[in-house]
C-alpha cells in the first residue's frame, strides 16, 4: 500500500515501520479517509477494522457499477453516486478507527 502511495507515513518515510504513524488515502488525494472524521469509539483489532472497512467499500461499489458502453468491458463505477451514498459516510467514520490502532498486536 505505501508502494502504490495509498498509505502514507506522516513522517515522510518511504519504509514501513510498527512505530509510524500513517495516513491512508483510498479516493482522494487532499485528505486521508482516516482524518475526515474523529473516531470516538472503542477501538477494535487492526485486522478486524481492516477486513470490515475492504468489504464496505466492495459493498459500495458493488451497488455503484454501471454498464461500460464499450463491448466485453467490465463495469464502471459510478464515483459521484458512491460519493453521495450515506455508506461512503458510515465508511469515513469507520476509517477513522485507523487513526486509533494500534498495529503492534498483529506480532
Do not use: H
Not at 479516493?27 to 472524521?37: L, Q
Request: charged share 30%.
Amino acid at each position: 500500500m505505501i508502494k502504490f502511495d495509498k498509505i502514507r507515513s506522516v513522517d515522510g518515510s518511504k519504509d514501513f515501520s510498527n512505530s509510524s504513524f500513517y495516513q491512508f488515502y483510498m479516493d482522494r488525494d487532499d485528505m486521508p479517509d482516516n482524518c475526515v472524521r474523529l473516531w470516538k469509539g472503542e477501538v477494535n483489532n487492526p485486522l478486524e477494522v481492516s477486513i470490515a472497512l475492504v468489504k464496505m467499500m466492495e459493498d459500495i461499489y458493488g451497488k455503484s457499477l454501471i454498464e461500460n458502453d464499450e463491448e466485453d468491458e467490465p463495469p464502471i463505477i459510478d464515483a459521484a453516486a458512491v460519493f453521495k451514498s450515506t455508506e461512503f459516510g458510515t465508511y469515513l467514520t469507520k476509517a477513522a478507527e485507523l487513526s486509533k490502532v494500534d498495529i503492534n498486536i498483529l506480532n
